[in-house]
């Protein structure tokens, strides 16, 4: 039971250029979220998944596309990248029930600097 | 929106003394209120949580208490050790029904404890 794999773990892009960031997880979890935390500030949503099929724009998604095909997956597209784009990315699932614990799941992170 | 606001930024305190960290959050529909704790370079890690049905909960050395009616929350953390330096932030999101539109971080506080 890998929890929530994110990769690459670090990458640095050239203005303009694209990248997916992976994100999967084992848990069986119906609800997945993208994040971006800049330095010395909170975690803002990018976009989410409440399950295969179907995503949401979060707080801050301009600059961003996503898909969920399947449970497992939730990868992130930065298309024609830029330096507001420098951050770091994590991932987050999450399974909320009724009686359940709610907490997220977070990866590891994805540190992408564009320059 | 929702919007959560966290103080201090900055939080020093002797070791066994006790800190506490306040949150503000704007929607009153949000039910449940979690804290997490950030080590420098690594993921958010949920410490404790808070549904709306309750005032406050307690686990070892930390609490976490809930004031509907101000709409404000706080984690209060005893008998403090180095251990416990790190980022925390707060969060707020409404569940209902199974749905979820994703948590709303708070921009966090850095907790010292000087030895």
């Known amino acids: 039971n890998a929890g929530v794999t994110q990769t690459p773990k670090f990458r640095i892009l050239k203005i303009g250029q694209s990248m997916t960031l992976q994100c999967a997880q084992d848990m069986n979890h119906n609800y997945m979220y993208w994040y971006r935390q800049d330095p010395g500030m909170g975690l803002k949503l990018i976009y989410y998944?409440?399950?295969?099929?179907?995503?949401d724009k979060g707080e801050v998604p301009n600059g961003y596309n996503v898909s969920r095909s399947t449970t497992e997956d939730f990868p992130l597209r930065l298309e024609l990248a830029a330096p507001s784009q420098t951050s770091v990315y994590f991932c987050?699932?999450?399974?909320?029930?009724?009686?359940?614990?709610?907490?997220?799941?977070f990866g590891s992170g994805t540190r992408l600097t564009v320059v | 929106g929702e919007n959560v606001e966290q103080h201090p930024s900055t939080l020093s305190v002797q070791e066994g003394d006790s800190a506490v960290i306040k949150c503000t959050y704007s929607?009153?529909?949000?039910?449940?209120f979690p804290w997490y704790k950030q080590e420098l370079g690594k993921r958010p890690q949920l410490i404790i949580d808070?549904?709306?049905?309750?005032g406050e909960k307690k686990d070892q050395r930390i609490a976490v208490t809930l004031n509907k009616t101000a709409k404000h929350f706080s984690l209060h953390i005893t008998e403090t050790q180095p251990e416990d330096s790190a980022v925390y932030f707060c969060?707020?999101?409404?569940?209902?029904?199974?749905?979820?539109?994703?948590?709303?971080f708070g921009k966090g506080t850095h907790l010292i404890i000087q030895p």
């Open positions: 987050a699932s999450s399974y909320p029930r009724q009686g359940r614990d709610y907490g997220y799941t």
């Open positions: 808070i549904r709306s049905n309750v």
């Open positions: 929607d009153s529909a949000s039910n449940y």
């Open positions: 998944s409440v399950g295969a099929g179907i995503t």
């Open positions: 969060a707020a999101t409404s569940y209902s029904g199974g749905g979820a539109d994703g948590l709303t």
